[in-house]
């Protein structure tokens, strides 16, 4: 971090210099494609080998950043240091209808392996849905940060103020203060993520409710809208009386753990190590993410069904070219080394909370009894498809639900 202090939100433009995208085309020139093991482009054992190739080719040949460069800085970015912790934000504000209360903030947070980029293509239709077709009594203030250690934020900083892995808990804390304090809102906001993006929403909403003071002014979070559980109920599930579901749910869930989260292992226990890779080699770090994009979608095995190669691309680059490929790994280790991991025994997250299950998620949505045991569900969607990326695969289907979720809080009514 330069030596430069950002007390309040400074405006930012992404600027990368030529230099670097003359470096990166001569690393993918020279790149070397491991021995292939011949498992008929299923991806069982990794990155297709052949999807990897004319992904590369078309990085070199067909791959435009500026393009991307241009649809980040549409937006309003910032800088901003909170305490030694600096982050990076996108705030588009909401259309305002005069005689109604002022959009409420919203706050959008990715998880791993994706940026800013999941929500460049919603920002607009959450702060004007009036662009839409929809109303736009149901503007947001948006605002999309970049996770601590990804993007355009800078490395995760520890409370003793070195460089290390942070926890989940811990950022949540930061976005409240990002609110509160820097962006001085003086009403209830709303948290919405998927990935780690509901691990650190559930913490704030936890954490962080929104308290019915007699101040003059109120803040907190008023609503939670996810779509992946974010915390796990404070039960002992060998000894609660479960469902039907809530087992079979469970069995399928823990019987493709390890298939499913050694990346987790890997990250969680040497970051350090896989981060050289991940920074050193741009085809590696493409074949990281990418099976990931492949293996958490609703694309039947096949990522062209449901990504671009040119947005494959436009969240690979923001790891990149901001030298993050490791640092965003290190959230792994920060959640291992957080006290309470999870909600105790007998807690639950009070917050009034919508989720929207999307049927091809990393893990299947757990049943809705499961997460009424930790969270005050309000409301359920069971959506028709999609996975894991939802703002990517549908768009319309996420915008559509947190705007109806959000509706009656706006307002202080029942989201019953």
Request: proline share 8%.
């Amino acid at each position: 971090m330069s030596d430069t202090r950002y007390e309040t939100p400074e405006p930012f433009k992404v600027d990368i210099p030529e230099r670097a995208l003359i470096d990166l085309d001569e690393r993918l020139r020279r790149w070397r494609a491991p021995v292939a093991i011949a498992d008929n482009g299923s991806w069982a054992s990794g990155t297709d080998p052949d999807f990897l190739a004319d992904l590369v080719d078309h990085w070199r040949h067909g791959y435009d950043w500026n393009r991307c460069q241009e649809a980040i800085n549409r937006w309003p970015n910032y800088l901003v240091d909170i305490g030694p912790q600096r982050l990076h934000f996108i705030r588009e504000p909401g259309t305002e209808v005069e005689g109604a209360p002022r959009p409420m903030p919203l706050v959008v947070t990715h998880g791993w392996p994706g940026s800013i980029v999941e929500f460049l293509h919603i920002i607009d239709a959450l702060a004007h849905p009036e662009n839409h077709g929809g109303d736009p009594l149901d503007a947001f203030d948006v605002i999309v940060p970049s996770l601590p250690g990804y993007g355009f934020s800078g490395p995760p900083v520890r409370e003793d103020g070195s460089t290390g892995p942070i926890g989940p808990r811990t950022i949540a804390g930061l976005w409240h203060t990002l609110v509160h304090e820097k962006l001085n809102y003086r009403r209830p906001y709303g948290v919405q993520g998927g990935d780690w993006g509901a691990v650190v929403s559930s913490w704030a909403a936890f954490d962080h409710p929104v308290k019915d003071e007699k101040d003059d002014w109120k803040s907190g979070v008023v609503g939670l809208h996810l779509n992946m559980m974010g915390l796990r109920p404070g039960i002992d599930v060998a000894k609660a009386e479960l469902s039907a579901d809530e087992k079979a749910w469970l069995a399928k869930v823990q019987g493709e753990r390890d298939e499913k989260t050694a990346y987790q292992r890997i990250q969680a226990t040497r970051p350090q190590t896989l981060g050289v890779a991940l920074t050193d080699s741009p085809v590696g770090l493409a074949a990281w993410i990418v099976e990931k994009f492949c293996a958490w979608s609703d694309c039947d095995g096949d990522p062209l069904k449901r990504f671009s190669m040119d947005l494959l691309l436009d969240n690979i680059m923001v790891y990149w070219l901001t030298g993050t490929a490791g640092t965003a790994t290190w959230l792994y280790r920060g959640v291992t080394q957080q006290k309470n991991r999870g909600l105790s025994e007998g807690q639950r997250v009070e917050t009034p909370t919508g989720f929207a299950a999307f049927p091809a998620d990393l893990a299947p949505p757990p049943p809705k009894e499961f997460i009424e045991r930790g969270f005050n569900l309000r409301r359920h969607t069971m959506m028709p498809k999609g996975g894991h990326f939802a703002a990517l695969e549908e768009p319309e289907l996420l915008v559509d639900d947190v705007r109806a979720f959000f509706r009656p809080l706006r307002f202080g009514a029942a989201n019953d």
